[in-house]
């Protein structure tokens, strides 16, 4: 089966940076991947799908790309808000492992 | 609004079974896939299984195969996740989601696995 991995796994960051998380498919799948942002003791939210378009309501500080086996999500001006675990998932239910993005 | 609940989860003794349901309101049950996505404690989401919109395609993680079984009753509006020969490695939050990527996601259930 498509083994799906993420970097980095945890990351540092400040008010205002620019984050870049990666996520990467065994093999190629188009681009039938979703991102989720999930804070503690909640249920996962969805931000981007089909690899790029942003989800309804999401702020556009969130973004998406990427096809075929790698994929990045990007948080242009990381907010307060933001500080949260990023996780990938391929349309066929597997998630990567997440990536946590705390203060620095 | 889009409303997903799920309930059923308690504690239970390794090689018992439990039975998860997750009631749906809100939408047109019978046009969406469901998904169980489960999380441990301290550990990141893992998808669980996934049932078509009329109950037709069933898909596992490889893991869980011929313990865990998802069924759905259109009527009711509720998907069930069969859970057979419990481990302590099923404990988890067990969430529901609808639909493929997952848009709304219930509230989760936990399940405690433990003698």
């Known amino acids: ?104 | 609004q889009v409303q997903l609940a799920e309930s059923g989860g308690g504690v239970v003794q390794p090689g018992n079974s439990l039975r998860l349901s997750c009631s749906a309101s809100g939408f047109t049950f019978s046009d969406y896939g469901i998904h169980w996505v489960r999380q441990a404690p301290g550990k990141g989401l893992e998808w669980v299984a996934v049932i078509s919109y009329d109950g037709s395609i069933k898909y596992y993680a490889d893991s869980l195969k011929g313990r865990f079984t998802i069924s759905r009753d259109n009527i009711k509006n509720t998907v069930y996740l069969q859970m057979n020969g419990l481990r302590a490695a099923d404990t988890a939050v067990y969430y529901c989601g609808q639909g493929t990527p997952i848009r709304y996601w219930g509230q989760g259930t936990p399940v405690t696995v433990s003698s």
Not at chain 1, 18 to 34: D, E, G, M
Not at chain 1, 87 to 100: D, E, I, R, S, V
């Open chain 1, 1 to 104: 089966d498509i083994q799906m991995t993420q970097s980095p796994s945890t990351l540092s960051a400040s008010v205002g940076d620019r984050v870049t998380i990666t996520c990467r498919a065994s093999r190629s799948i188009t681009t039938w991947l979703a991102w989720y942002q999930q804070k503690p003791g909640k249920a996962p939210n969805l931000l981007i799908y089909d690899a790029s378009s942003l989800e309804s309501g999401v702020p556009s500080r969130f973004s998406g790309s990427g096809s075929e086996t790698e994929f990045t999500l990007t948080i242009s001006s990381l907010q307060p808000d933001d500080f949260a675990t990023y996780y990938c998932q391929h349309y066929n239910g597997y998630f990567g492992p997440g990536t946590k993005v705390d203060i620095k």
